[in-house]
């Protein structure tokens, strides 16, 4: 019979959870005064088709392609040294953020690290291109500091998690504190600290491309362009190049990830 009761209870509070929420979605749809049915029109559905009908054939002429070749190299780098400095970056906040350096700087650090990704990776790069100018060298700072706030928050709970009898074993043999982290501490973390990094490339290369937008540099930057002017072949094969990259950078991701684990395994 209690069951039962429990049941009964449960089902209605996911009654009234499901009402809420139809209640929250209807009343945004009204707020915001969207109209569906002009979405899924056959009319819509036929300018969008036209619209897409146009990216096509792709622009494959030779000095196109070495530009979009350029802009690639331009993103991967972006991403790439942005991701590196993040990593610095994160980790050197990342050891007074897991409580290793007293609570007023625990505290300290994690205030920078939440300022650091609160702030989107597009405000940044919009505040980087005022600051250094238009091109990459704006891009990878945006992306290094929004990075290394998340990546900064993601070292400091694995630090604080890691295991602490083999750096306790290592200082009580005499050994230094910083090598007790190195030999003791650092390796327990190893694999997280590379899973968290490798994630963050492959979620920066896509950021990377997005960033050109606000003058950032890369594939983003060739895309903008292009749009502007209505090249619309040319905006085809940038994009293609955007879903190129993304995916080897996935695969170079996922075979570094299984390397690491057969190596340590």
């Known amino acids: ?3 039962k009761t429990k049941a009964a209870q449960l089902c209605m509070s996911c009654l ?10 209807s009343a945004s749809f009204a707020y915001l005064s969207l109209n569906l049915g002009q979405l899924f029109s ?5 300018e969008m088709l036209r ?5 096509f054939p792709p622009d494959l002429s030779a000095g196109f392609l070495a530009r979009t070749a350029r802009g690639m190299l331009e993103t991967l780098a972006m991403s790439a040294v942005g991701t590196l400095c993040a990593a610095v970056l994160g980790l050197v ?5 897991s409580g290793r350096h007293g609570a007023a700087l625990k505290a300290l650090s994690r205030l920078v690290l939440n300022l650091l990704r609160s702030v989107p990776e597009l405000v940044w790069a919009v505040l980087t291109v005022l600051a250094v100018g238009l091109g990459p060298f704006a891009g990878t700072l945006a992306l290094a500091l929004h990075t290394a706030g998340v990546l900064g928050r993601l070292f400091a709970e694995a630090l604080e998690n890691a295991p602490a009898a083999p750096a306790q074993s290592l200082l009580a043999t005499g050994a230094s504190p910083a090598l007790a982290f190195l030999y003791g501490t650092l390796p327990c973390v190893q694999p997280q600290f590379l899973a968290y990094t490798l994630y963050r490339w492959e979620t920066n290369i896509r950021m990377a491309a997005i960033l050109g937008f606000v003058g950032a540099g890369g594939l983003g930057q060739m895309l903008y362009f292009e749009l502007s002017l209505f090249h619309l072949a040319q905006a085809c094969t940038v994009i293609i190049a955007m879903l190129v990259l993304a995916a080897l950078v996935d695969a170079a991701s996922a075979f570094m990830r299984r390397d690491w684990v057969m190596v340590h395994a």
Not at 16 to 25: H, M, R
Not at 93 to 97: D, G, H, K, S
């Open 1 to 3: 019979m209690a069951n």
């Open 16 to 25: 009234l959870t499901l009402i809420a929420v139809a209640a929250v979605v």
């Open 42 to 46: 056959i009319d819509a559905a036929g």
């Open 51 to 55: 619209f897409l009908q146009s990216f």
């Open 93 to 97: 906040l990342a050891l007074p953020a």
